[in-house]
């Protein structure tokens, strides 16, 4: 069965770091782009960071620029986001997605098939 699980959220204090994990099943994680996208209540889900499948280039948000570094461990089939310096801002649900394309669009309207997400909290 085709699916993606994410993990690894939780509480963390402001400049605390966490790294989630997006685990894939059913399909190669190696042969598509994987991006991180994220949702604060009351907020529309955003583009966080993004990595390809084709030269393995990578993207982020300049909201996140510096702080998140997006990883893929393929013997694992998962892809990582490490996070550091956190901020209560980066407070949201964080969800792993792709459209099956070699590369990264970022916009979640595109996307075709979702994690379930993990909820990460920044506060002191």
């Known amino acids: 069965q085709v699916q993606l699980v994410e993990s690894g959220g939780g509480l963390v204090q402001p400049g605390g770091s966490l790294r989630l994990s997006c685990a894939a099943s059913?399909?190669?994680?190696?042969?598509?782009?994987i991006g991180w996208f994220r949702q604060a209540p009351g907020k529309e889900r955003e583009g966080v960071s993004c990595?390809?499948?084709?030269?393995?280039?990578?993207y982020y948000a300049d909201s996140v620029k510096g702080r998140f570094t997006i990883s893929r461990d393929n013997a694992e089939n998962t892809v990582y986001l490490q996070m550091s310096s956190l901020k209560p801002e980066d407070t949201a649900v964080y969800y792993c997605?792709?459209?099956?394309?070699?590369?990264?669009?970022?916009?979640?309207?595109?996307?075709?098939?979702w994690g379930q997400g993990t909820q990460v909290t920044v506060s002191s």
């Open positions: 997605a792709t459209d099956w394309s070699l590369t990264c669009t970022v916009v979640a309207a595109l996307q075709n098939y």
């Open positions: 059913g399909f190669t994680l190696a042969y598509v782009a």
């Open positions: 990595i390809s499948s084709s030269d393995g280039s990578t």
